[in-house]
């Protein structure tokens, strides 16, 4: 568990040190007790043992005691969803 804010990571390793997820980006969308980032981030093919393509996770953390707890969090599984969801929010919020 991370104490700051800009400590929270996606990056995952098993027991071994290997490293199962990569994060690539990541944006905080909001700072304090409740905190919301974004990650892209990309998760190791195990047949291939090559990192695949880019997904988008969006996490909510709650502050307790000295450490943020994942709260939430919503996952982006490829383009094709990322950019359809884009393309709701720029038509709502276009109006």
Do not use: C
Request: proline share 1%.
């Amino acid at each position: 568990m991370a104490e700051k804010i800009d400590d929270i990571t996606v990056n995952y390793e098993d027991e071994s040190g290997k490293q199962l997820v990569k994060e690539v980006n990541k944006v905080i969308l909001t700072r304090g007790s409740w905190t919301t980032i974004v990650f892209m981030y990309q998760d190791i093919d195990r047949k291939t043992d090559q990192f695949g393509d880019p997904k988008v996770t969006i996490r909510r953390y709650k502050k307790s005691g000295n450490h943020f707890r994942q709260q939430s969090k919503f996952n982006i599984t490829g383009k094709k969803q990322a950019l359809k969801i884009a393309d709701i929010l720029n038509k709502w919020f276009a109006e």
